[in-house]
């Protein structure tokens, strides 16, 4: 209860203090349709929901037939967040990477084990283990421990790749954010391994209550994190370089037909586009269009 109470409270709190960035760089975009768009939506707003799920479990008194309707929504929509949260980083990996075969393939391999662990302890194990662990008297299974593994084992690989790309690129950059994104993005994923470092735990030496009391603080850290390095990218853009990136993207599907343009879509985490301030040098524009555009 008390993490679930802090995780909810900061949840709330970043949402408030970040509100009017999204507002300025979100709400206001020229491309608000857009599937990175629709990927931040669901990252920032599925833990919302969350919370109005959990809220009547928590604190009042409902029936069982209403705890056994709620729970397995609320256990899909926590999991699933999770899973928005690692395919923004994946693909934000992957793009900086400048879309490596090599890496794609990485990647792909992850995504799959991640996705299919998930589905497997979420149809095998939803309302009966769920239920009984509210009232305290959870037997979670190997299934949760799968799950939380392979997840541990995609932010290792991320967050690896991620550095050594950071060695490679950051001493060409001559602005100060693109060297703070790749700290950012490293933090992040440092952040979730220790999340899921604590849940593997706790899911093997902790008493059946508390086995899974650390889930929904990972689940809240990772859409805040997340955001928070979608946040830096779009507060450093200018709307001029929009149009530009949109020719870039189109430019590019062209000579290299419909797979290129669709990997233009699916291969940035804000495909609202990024480029430079006047003052940046046309190196760093050429770096942000690759690494968030193409």
């Known amino acids: 209860m008390g ?3 802090v995780s909810s409270t900061l949840l709330i709190f970043d949402y408030l203090c970040t509100l009017s960035t999204e507002v300025d760089y979100v709400w206001k975009s020229s491309r608000a349709r857009s599937i990175g768009i629709l990927l931040f939506y669901l990252n920032r707003y599925l833990p919302f929901l969350d919370i109005v799920l959990v809220l009547p479990i928590r604190f009042f008194d409902i029936s069982y037939k209403s705890i056994a309707l709620l729970i397995p929504i609320s256990v ?16 934000r990996t992957f793009a900086i990477w400048n879309r490596d075969r090599y890496v794609c393939i ?3 391999t992850l995504l799959v084990v991640v996705l299919s662990s998930s589905l497997v302890t979420l149809v095998l ?5 769920l239920v009984n662990q509210l009232s305290g008297y959870a037997n979670v299974s190997l299934k949760m421990l799968v799950l939380y593994s ?8 991320v967050v690896t790749l991620t550095m050594i790309k950071a060695c490679q690129q950051g001493s060409h950059s001559s602005t100060v954010w693109v060297g703070q994104l790749y700290k950012n993005g490293i933090a992040f994923c440092l952040c979730m391994l220790t999340c899921s470092s604590v849940n593997i735990l706790l899911l093997l030496s902790a008493p059946d209550p508390l086995k899974l009391m650390f889930m929904s603080f990972q689940r809240n850290l990772h859409s805040i994190l997340c955001n928070r390095v979608i946040f830096l990218i779009l507060s450093n853009t200018q709307p001029q370089s929009i149009e530009h990136a949109g020719l870039e993207s189109r430019n590019s599907a062209s000579r290299g037909g419909e797979q290129d343009f669709t990997m233009a879509v ?3 985490v804000m495909d609202d ?6 003052h940046r040098s046309a190196d ?11």
Do not use: C, H, P, R
């Open 3 to 5: 993490f679930w109470i």
């Open 76 to 91: 899909w929509s926590g999991v699933i967040g999770m899973l928005i949260s690692q395919v923004i980083i994946y693909l």
């Open 106 to 108: 990485i990647l792909a």
């Open 125 to 129: 194990q939803t309302t009966q283990g």
């Open 150 to 157: 392979s997840i541990f084992a995609g932010e290792i690989v």
């Open 266 to 268: 699916f291969t940035t």
């Open 273 to 278: 586009a990024l480029s430079t301030n006047s």
């Open 284 to 294: 760093d524009a050429s770096w942000a269009q690759k690494e968030w555009i193409k």
